[in-house]
């Protein structure tokens, strides 16, 4: 380099030449950065709103190419209903009084969709002081908005989970309680009916008196049943002390309490003997259940079949009667709670809560067993119980 260059390079007009070099650099590597964003749209509006320039980021967030949207209004990225509302105007008039806009909101992609972003709108001035346009940079957050639109919608379905367990467990320790206060009165009533049908010769009053403890009774079991249904929800399932016994000899004492308390009833039972570990008492209300049930809904004319048999691991018993089938939909919630079929004539005094079968099927359930029910018109309605030689569940 000859001196005469060194001078004019040391000189103001080197100094000059320096300094604009270093700003082209410097612009040069802002468009670089620009230009190399892809999770953000940056790009440039003018006073009045128009699109200046355009980013990969915002051709992917928004999907119009630099081309089809330069020139174009930026309320084209707005909902309807905020461009009718005046949002967009709105938004710069605040960006040129504060200098800043910021918000989250929805926007409008070029195939329509929406999406949910945040947006910062910044006001740029030229040296004298004089509005220029506005940079803005938006953030695609659709997905972090979905995200905690779950998270809320969980929190709010767990939240609801909760106060519906909490109530439900305070109507079941209510009923339980009620169920409790009830036994005690009601006793009284079964004694003193009792003791009127010994002493009372009127066939008329007698009459009376004989529904009285019929009620009552009914009443009773109506109360054991809710008491059942109680301690198994709240308990998680039915405590069980299972023990050996026959359960052909239970079977046949069933049968014959039946047929003393029918005695036009005609049950037929089919059973050898058949051991096992189960817990009697509960074992003995499913079965009384279903062959009552069995009598109350058969046919008065044909026989109850109850016949029993089994292998090295398990038995199975089925209660077999003639008469009106058992409706499809009825047959496929027929164990829950409080499902009762239409009452007729015959069944109209006996009907219960609807809790019979339900709690049948928890017992058999809590031995590791199952209830099973067909019903046609043509070979008419049988429950199968199946139970494991050792009826307990751990």
Same mark, same amino acid.
Not at 3 to 23: C, F, I, M, V, Y
Not at 77 to 98: H, M, N, Q
Not at 121 to 139: C, D
Not at 155 to 160: D, G, H, R, S, V
């Given at each position: 380099?000859?001196?005469?260059?060194?001078?004019?390079?040391?000189?103001?007009?080197?100094?000059?030449?320096?300094?604009?070099?270093?700003?082209?650099?410097?612009?040069?590597?802002?468009?670089?950065?620009?230009?190399?964003?892809?999770?953000?749209?940056?790009?440039?509006?003018?006073?009045?709103?128009?699109?200046?320039?355009?980013?990969?980021?915002?051709?992917?967030?928004?999907?119009?190419?630099?081309?089809?949207?330069?020139?174009?209004?930026?309320?084209?990225?707005?909902?309807?209903?905020?461009?009718?509302?005046?949002?967009?105007?709105?938004?710069?008039?605040?960006?040129?009084?504060?200098?800043?806009?910021?918000?989250?909101?929805?926007?409008?992609?070029?195939?329509?969709?929406?999406?949910?972003?945040?947006?910062?709108?910044?006001?740029?001035?030229?040296?004298?002081?004089?509005?220029?346009?506005?940079?803005?940079?938006?953030?695609?957050?659709?997905?972090?908005?979905?995200?905690?639109?779950?998270?809320?919608?969980?929190?709010?379905?767990?939240?609801?989970?909760?106060?519906?367990?909490?109530?439900?467990?305070?109507?079941?320790?209510?009923?339980?309680?009620?169920?409790?206060?009830?036994?005690?009165?009601?006793?009284?009533?079964?004694?003193?009916?009792?003791?009127?049908?010994?002493?009372?010769?009127?066939?008329?009053?007698?009459?009376?008196?004989?529904?009285?403890?019929?009620?009552?009774?009914?009443?009773?079991?109506?109360?054991?049943?809710?008491?059942?249904?109680?301690?198994?929800?709240?308990?998680?399932?039915?405590?069980?002390?299972?023990?050996?016994?026959?359960?052909?000899?239970?079977?046949?004492?069933?049968?014959?309490?039946?047929?003393?308390?029918?005695?036009?009833?005609?049950?037929?039972?089919?059973?050898?003997?058949?051991?096992?570990?189960?817990?009697?008492?509960?074992?003995?209300?499913?079965?009384?259940?279903?062959?009552?049930?069995?009598?109350?809904?058969?046919?008065?004319?044909?026989?109850?079949?109850?016949?029993?048999?089994? !292998?090295? @691991?398990?038995?199975?018993? =089925?209660?077999?009667?003639? $008469?009106?089938? /058992?409706?499809? %939909?009825?047959? #496929?919630?027929?164990?829950?709670?409080?499902?009762?079929?239409?009452? !007729?004539? @015959?069944?109209?005094?006996? =009907?219960?809560?609807?809790? $019979?079968?339900? /709690?049948?099927? %928890?017992?058999? #359930?809590?031995?590791?067993?199952?209830?099973?029910?067909?019903?046609?018109?043509?070979?008419?309605?049988?429950?199968?119980?199946?139970?494991?030689?050792?009826?307990?569940?751990?």
């Amino acid at each position: 380099m000859s001196s005469d260059d060194r001078q004019s390079n040391a000189g103001p007009a080197g100094a000059e030449h320096r300094a604009k070099s270093t700003l082209d650099i410097e612009q040069d590597l802002f468009r670089l950065l620009v230009e190399s964003v892809k999770d953000y749209a940056i790009f440039i509006l003018d006073p009045a709103g128009h699109v200046r320039t355009w980013n990969p980021g915002a051709q992917r967030i928004k999907g119009y190419l630099a081309g089809e949207i330069i020139g174009r209004h930026f309320s084209t990225f707005y909902p309807p209903e905020d461009v009718a509302s005046g949002k967009c105007e709105t938004e710069l008039e605040i960006a040129t009084r504060e200098g800043r806009f910021e918000e989250e909101g929805w926007r409008v992609r070029k195939d329509g969709s929406r999406m949910w972003a945040n947006v910062t709108i910044t006001a740029l001035h030229n040296p004298r002081g004089e509005l220029v346009g506005f940079a803005k940079l938006t953030r695609d957050l659709t997905e972090r908005r979905a995200a905690e639109e779950r998270l809320r919608s969980l929190t709010a379905e767990k939240a609801a989970l909760a106060e519906k367990a909490r109530l439900q467990e305070f109507q079941e320790r209510f009923i339980a309680v009620l169920g409790h206060d009830l036994r005690n009165p009601l006793a009284s009533i079964e004694t003193g009916a009792g003791i009127l049908q010994q002493k009372i010769t009127d066939p008329a009053l007698a009459g009376v008196v004989d529904r009285v403890r019929a009620s009552s009774l009914r009443m009773s079991r109506m109360i054991e049943q809710i008491l059942d249904l109680t301690r198994s929800r709240l308990a998680g399932g039915f405590d069980l002390a299972p023990r050996s016994l026959d359960l052909c000899e239970l079977l046949q004492r069933i049968t014959d309490e039946i047929r003393t308390a029918r005695p036009a009833c005609v049950i037929e039972l089919h059973c050898h003997t058949l051991t096992g570990t189960w817990d009697q008492d509960r074992i003995e209300q499913v079965f009384s259940n279903l062959v009552g049930n069995a009598v109350r809904h058969g046919e008065p004319a044909m026989p109850i079949t109850v016949s029993a048999d089994g !292998d090295d @691991r398990a038995v199975w018993v =089925e209660v077999h009667n003639h $008469g009106e089938p /058992i409706p499809l %939909e009825l047959q #496929r919630v027929l164990f829950d709670p409080f499902r009762r079929g239409e009452r !007729d004539s @015959r069944t109209a005094e006996t =009907e219960g809560l609807g809790l $019979g079968l339900y /709690i049948s099927n %928890e017992i058999a #359930r809590a031995h590791g067993g199952t209830i099973e029910v067909r019903s046609s018109l043509a070979e008419g309605t049988t429950f199968r119980v199946t139970l494991p030689r050792t009826g307990s569940r751990s």
